[in-house]
């Protein structure tokens, strides 16, 4: 199937490995990113979802940029975030993503963000424990094309049931 200005459906980027439904990664809180307090601003927190997010995807072997230039652009359409507490200047902290929910054309996750305590490498940020978590959060994904007109996920994407792997 092809329309007018998009990828044929066979032509989308496909996964290189197994699809992951969950993933973690780890930053460094900034300075840029805290207030005189030194505490972490709460917009600092929504840049590490879209972190997490993507890394999560690329775990797939996709890339994001893989997706766009294919004219599939994922566009966050609902946010949802309880912030428990706060993230400090040069925290490391920890931000966990899944899959909750995938339809054919919207994409669901949930996150965790925690504080990391004890013993952290600081080259790979490796080691310490999670202890405080600091944020929840969900969101929703809607697939567009390069027009902002409502399209279907590839396939694979849309196909993702985490219940399934319960």
Do not use: Q
Not at 12 to 21: I, K, V
Not at 32 to 37: F, G, L, S, V
Not at 65 to 90: M, Q, T
Not at 157 to 165: E, G, Y
């Amino acid at each position: 199937m092809k329309h007018a200005d998009r990828t044929p459906i066979a032509d989308l980027p496909a996964p290189t490995s197994a699809t992951s439904l969950s993933t973690a990664v780890r930053v460094r809180v900034r300075y840029c990113e805290c207030d005189p307090m030194n505490v972490a601003h709460h917009a600092a927190f929504i840049p590490w979802l879209e972190l997490a997010r993507t890394e999560l995807l690329r775990t797939s072997g996709v890339s994001y940029a893989h997706l766009e230039a294919a004219g599939v652009f994922l566009v966050v359409v609902r946010l949802d975030c309880r912030y428990k507490l706060p993230a400090r200047y040069d925290d490391v902290l920890e931000i966990r993503v899944r899959v909750s929910r995938a339809t054919r054309v919207k994409i669901e996750h949930e996150y965790d963000i925690f504080r990391i305590s004890g013993e952290v490498n600081p080259a790979t940020l490796a080691g310490g424990t999670a202890t405080d978590l600091l944020m929840s959060a969900t969101t929703t994904l809607g697939c567009v094309d390069a027009h902002a007109k409502i399209r279907e996920l590839p396939a694979w994407l849309a196909s993702i049931d985490p219940a399934s792997h319960s």
